[in-house]
């Protein structure tokens, strides 16, 4: 291991705790190594594992990107690759309660501000990869990307990016998410049916609403402290990317923190494409087989070739 990465790995490794593993990315991208943190409790699939993809050196751009509920990085290492390809080292932390092979107990304990203490850590580690840091995330990690800009602005000396981001939740659950005692009685309700893993190798394959409250918990946090208010003087350095159709998260939070004469600032996939929350971060579509009642896998986004190239250009403005 080089020098230079010395200190982020071993940073990152007490972070999560683990044992590291370096691997390439890819045959054909050589120059381009993965520092992943493995444990016993994780799913033993990589998508899983939070990981640093670095060229060797410092960067002038270093991205730290944000999963969403539910899921892990491998959500996004199709993003996670085109910004690396770029030139951009790019962390992907992983947090709590999610990519286990228990998530049932994992949920049981989860607490939104240690998601937030994960993205705090990770942005101090991604400062030492490169020149200016930039952070983003889907749905929930774009939630929690948004929160670092606003109560530590200046850890993030670059580009706020918001993929399918959780801003507003819809009003059914809101009213299903407030109350602590409900979300308990749904979960242990939910335990019965299964352990929550399920066909897809990333993403848990039922509801937890437990984690899901944190969510509910967060998007309150940012309103009470006038999040979505206070953002718009950042609204110059904000990148979205959402499908007009999404059935989980609504784009009206989003729409007022870029400029709608701006269109290298936002890409809204137009309804007829049909494309669900997180597959506007999938370049190509999930494969695994589906088990009895779950839904089939996620379509790739036809557009995302489309959304990067803008959101490579907002990223070098």
């Known amino acids: 291991m080089e020098g230079w990465i010395r200190p982020a790995a071993e940073a990152w490794r007490q972070l999560f705790d683990g044992e590291l ?26 998508g899983n594992w939070p990981r640093i993809i670095h060229h060797g050196a410092p960067s002038r751009h270093v991205l730290v990107l944000i999963h969403g509920l539910k899921d892990s990085p491998g959500y996004l290492e199709a993003i996670a690759l085109r910004f690396a390809a770029h030139g951009a080292n790019v962390a992907l932390p992983l947090l709590q ?15 939104w501000r240690a998601w937030r203490a994960t993205g705090d850590r990770a942005v101090e580690i991604a400062a030492m990869l490169g020149e200016e840091v930039s952070i983003g995330g889907l749905s929930t990690g774009g939630a929690l990307a948004l929160d670092k800009c606003l109560h530590e602005p200046s850890a993030i000396a670059g580009k706020l990016f918001l993929f399918s981001a959780a801003l507003a939740l819809r009003r059914h659950q809101r009213l299903v998410l407030s109350t602590g005692a409900v979300t308990r009685w749904l979960d242990a309700r939910l335990a019965r049916r299964g352990d929550g893993i399920g066909g897809d190798p990333y993403k848990y ?15 309150r946090d940012l309103r009470r402290r006038a999040g979505f208010e206070s953002a718009g003087q950042h609204r110059d350095r904000v990148f979205v990317a959402h499908s007009v159709v999404d059935r989980t998260i ?11 004469d701006d269109p290298g600032q936002h890409h809204i996939i137009p309804a007829a494409l049909d494309v669900a929350h997180a597959e506007l971060v999938l370049a ?16 790739a986004n036809p557009e995302f070739d489309a959304m990067m190239i803008k959101a490579l250009a907002f990223l070098d403005r």
């Open 250 to 260: 609504s784009i009206s939070a989003v729409e007022g923190l870029v400029r709608q």
């Open 205 to 219: 394959s039922r509801d937890f609403f437990v984690g899901a409250r944190q969510v509910y918990l967060l998007t």
């Open 97 to 111: 309660a999610h990519g286990r092979r228990d998530p049932v107990r994992a949920m049981r304990a989860v607490d």
């Open 21 to 46: 593993e370096s691997h390439p990315v890819a045959d054909d991208s050589p120059e381009l190594e993965t520092l992943s943190v493995r444990r016993p409790d994780y799913r033993p699939e990589r």
């Open 284 to 299: 190509e579509p999930m494969t695994h087989q589906a088990r009895p009642g779950e839904p089939p896998p996620p379509r």
